[in-house]
């Protein structure tokens, strides 16, 4: 399914899913779901408020304190995670086809990167939760110290638009997995997926209730969810200016625990000594432009060493007409639409930005498409950036590449590090000392040596700095979601 006919043929419900079924908001408010791929309206979607996070909260309390989820043994959870997982591959072309209309990004990577890792995700977390043990601590013989692992209770889940599906399945496999109920409010530009994943997650036996998808805007839906006193946890994924918002919400109401995932700015360095300059060169435009930029781990500040940039940049500029934009429905589609016309303006603005502050536009700076009503700018680069530039300081979260230039280890650190973020990092050198040197110097959640694309649910991925505070994926994820409660027991021995 994965031509313009057939996304034609997809009709979509905006409705909210809560209690086990689909609802209006209760004010009968919608907002238009606008396809960013041809201008169309797709849906009219529930715009939701305080009252619906209210009976949101209230189904999913109800839903945890009789256990009809969270009593359930972790072998019987695993099994239903499974189902849902596995009817998430079943519906994968629906799924890919409704992300693609709904975001922009090309149906091919729909297909085989959202839906495939977002089933993953569910299955892995599925699979762990009838394997991680409690313990016992080592005290002495008179008592018996349990430390156990229980659930937060009711999570509330607040994600972006990129990977709506990833982004979400990254904290309700763990939150479900462990035995939570969820309220997961998605992002107003990209709603469908999640709805629809909350259909699935009743079809595959998750009792009504213990999911719940709640759709509206920020200030609308998300600050009621973040502010709500029974709820226990909130799990964000969004910018980091809403991340900050999102802690003080926190402290304002019930101290919920507070996980946020927020922005990068992520510096990608290739040392003289670069064991393979053609593979560093396509991992840094291939990582750039992948999801037409729209990546918060995107390697979006490229530092060359002097001795390689003319060499570097030449073979660069070789790959990008590839990347030129097309209609992502297609299957021979790599760059797509972005998400909206506010982000295309927004990424627009700071390509004229770069211009006006001296950079050297090497490849794109334009809108394109325009005649399809859709959001399409060209794969764009600008070389000769400065680190007081705006676009080599904030996130643009768009196809742009700021090419800056280094003269040493310790110049390069000093400038990758002079950011307010750390999500992610990237070293390209053939010298061992200085990969693990310069690895452990980067103030980085994830740093990717000789390479930039590696990645795998068995592993964290969360950033140091302003770009977060927590961990999604790997077991580490359980901690977010679980409180440790110790049970201290009397022993009097008769021996
Ligand atoms: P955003 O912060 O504008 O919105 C994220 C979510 O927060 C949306 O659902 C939105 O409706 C909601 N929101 C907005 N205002 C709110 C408020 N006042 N109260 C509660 N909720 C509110 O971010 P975005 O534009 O959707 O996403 C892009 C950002 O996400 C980028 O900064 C990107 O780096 C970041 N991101 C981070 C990761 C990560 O794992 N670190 C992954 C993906 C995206």
Same mark, same amino acid.
């Given at each position: 399914?994965?031509?313009?006919?057939?996304?034609?043929?997809?009709?979509?419900?905006?409705?909210?899913?809560?209690?086990?079924?689909?609802?209006?908001?209760?004010?009968?408010?919608?907002?238009?779901?606008?396809?960013?791929?041809?201008?169309?309206?797709?849906?009219?979607?529930?715009?939701?408020?305080?009252?619906?996070?209210?009976?949101?909260?209230?189904?999913?309390?109800?839903?945890?304190?009789?256990?009809?989820?969270?009593?359930?043994?972790?072998?019987?959870?695993?099994?239903?995670?499974?189902?849902?997982?596995?009817?998430?591959?079943?519906?994968?072309?629906?799924?890919?086809?409704?992300?693609?209309?709904?975001?922009?990004?090309?149906?091919?990577?729909?297909?085989?990167?959202?839906?495939?890792?977002?089933?993953?995700?569910?299955?892995?977390?599925?699979?762990?939760?009838?394997?991680?043990?409690?313990?016992?601590?080592?005290?002495?013989?008179?008592?018996?110290?349990?430390?156990?692992?229980?659930?937060?209770?009711?999570?509330? /889940?607040?994600? $972006?638009?990129?990977?709506?599906?990833?982004? =979400?399945?990254?904290?309700?496999?763990? !939150? &479900?997995? #462990? @035995?939570?109920?969820? /309220?997961?409010? $998605?992002?107003?530009?990209?709603?469908?997926? =999640?709805?629809?994943?909350?259909?699935? !997650? &009743?079809? #595959? @036996?998750?009792?009504?209730?213990?999911?719940?998808?709640?759709?509206?805007?920020?200030?609308?839906?998300?600050?009621?969810?973040?502010?709500?006193?029974?709820?226990?946890?909130?799990?964000?994924?969004?910018?980091?200016?809403?991340?900050?918002?999102?802690?003080?919400?926190?402290?304002?109401?019930?101290?919920?625990?507070?996980?946020?995932?927020?922005?990068?700015?992520?510096?990608?360095?290739?040392?003289?000594?670069?064991?393979?300059?053609?593979k560093a060169v396509e991992a840094a435009i291939g990582s750039i432009f992948f999801n037409q930029g729209e990546s918060c781990n995107a390697p979006s500040r490229l530092f060359l060493q002097d001795s390689i940039r003319d060499e570097f940049l030449e073979r660069a500029l070789k790959l990008v007409p590839a990347y030129a934009p097309a209609d992502p429905r297609q299957a021979s589609t790599i760059m797509g639409a972005l998400v909206d016309k506010i982000q295309m303006n927004t990424v627009l603005g700071y390509i004229e930005s770069g211009r006006t502050e001296g950079a050297t536009l090497l490849a794109g700076g334009e809108q394109v498409l325009t005649e399809t009503g859709g959001c399409y700018v060209q794969p764009t680069i600008f070389a000769g950036v400065t680190p007081d530039m705006k676009i080599a300081r904030e996130e643009i979260f768009g196809p742009v590449l700021?090419?800056?230039?280094?003269?040493?280890?310790?110049?390069?650190?000093?400038?990758?590090?002079?950011?307010?973020?750390?999500?992610?990092?990237?070293?390209?050198?053939?010298?061992?000392?200085?990969?693990?040197?310069?690895?452990?110097?980067?103030?980085?959640?994830?740093?990717?040596?000789?390479?930039?694309?590696?990645?795998?649910?068995?592993?964290?991925?969360?950033?140091?700095?302003?770009?977060?505070?927590?961990?999604?994926?790997?077991?580490?994820?359980?901690?977010?979601?679980?409180?440790?409660?110790?049970?201290?027991?009397?022993?009097?021995?008769?021996?």
């Amino acid at each position: 399914m994965n031509s313009p006919t057939q996304a034609e043929s997809l009709v979509f419900d905006g409705r909210s899913v809560i209690d086990g079924k689909r609802v209006n908001a209760r004010s009968g408010d919608t907002f238009a779901c606008i396809s960013p791929v041809d201008g169309s309206q797709l849906a009219e979607v529930a715009r939701c408020s305080a009252a619906d996070i209210d009976a949101a909260v209230a189904a999913a309390r109800a839903a945890f304190d009789d256990h009809r989820w969270s009593g359930l043994a972790p072998a019987q959870r695993k099994k239903i995670m499974i189902r849902f997982a596995d009817l998430v591959q079943k519906n994968g072309d629906r799924l890919a086809l409704t992300e693609t209309m709904d975001m922009g990004k090309p149906v091919k990577y729909a297909r085989a990167v959202d839906v495939n890792s977002a089933a993953n995700c569910l299955r892995w977390y599925g699979e762990a939760v009838d394997k991680v043990y409690d313990e016992i601590a080592p005290t002495p013989r008179t008592a018996l110290a349990l430390i156990t692992r229980e659930p937060v209770g009711v999570v509330g /889940v607040i994600v $972006p638009w990129n990977y709506p599906m990833i982004m =979400a399945a990254w904290k309700i496999a763990p !939150a &479900l997995a #462990a @035995g939570n109920s969820v /309220v997961l409010k $998605p992002s107003e530009k990209s709603p469908l997926t =999640a709805l629809l994943l909350a259909d699935l !997650a &009743l079809e #595959a @036996g998750i009792p009504a209730g213990v999911f719940n998808v709640v759709t509206g805007f920020g200030p609308e839906a998300g600050s009621p969810l973040a502010l709500h006193m029974d709820v226990d946890c909130i799990a964000f994924t969004g910018s980091t200016r809403v991340g900050k918002q999102i802690h003080v919400m926190a402290g304002q109401s019930n101290l919920k625990r507070a996980w946020t995932e927020l922005g990068g700015k992520s510096p990608n360095i290739v040392f003289a000594d670069c064991p393979n300059l053609d593979k560093a060169v396509e991992a840094a435009i291939g990582s750039i432009f992948f999801n037409q930029g729209e990546s918060c781990n995107a390697p979006s500040r490229l530092f060359l060493q002097d001795s390689i940039r003319d060499e570097f940049l030449e073979r660069a500029l070789k790959l990008v007409p590839a990347y030129a934009p097309a209609d992502p429905r297609q299957a021979s589609t790599i760059m797509g639409a972005l998400v909206d016309k506010i982000q295309m303006n927004t990424v627009l603005g700071y390509i004229e930005s770069g211009r006006t502050e001296g950079a050297t536009l090497l490849a794109g700076g334009e809108q394109v498409l325009t005649e399809t009503g859709g959001c399409y700018v060209q794969p764009t680069i600008f070389a000769g950036v400065t680190p007081d530039m705006k676009i080599a300081r904030e996130e643009i979260f768009g196809p742009v590449l700021s090419v800056l230039s280094f003269s040493d280890a310790a110049d390069v650190v000093r400038q990758a590090n002079a950011s307010v973020y750390g999500l992610q990092a990237g070293v390209w050198t053939s010298d061992l000392n200085k990969a693990h040197g310069v690895a452990r110097a980067l103030r980085a959640g994830t740093v990717h040596v000789n390479q930039y694309d590696e990645d795998d649910i068995t592993v964290p991925f969360g950033g140091f700095k302003q770009s977060g505070v927590g961990r999604d994926k790997s077991l580490h994820a359980f901690d977010k979601y679980t409180e440790t409660k110790t049970t201290w027991i009397r022993i009097d021995s008769p021996v």
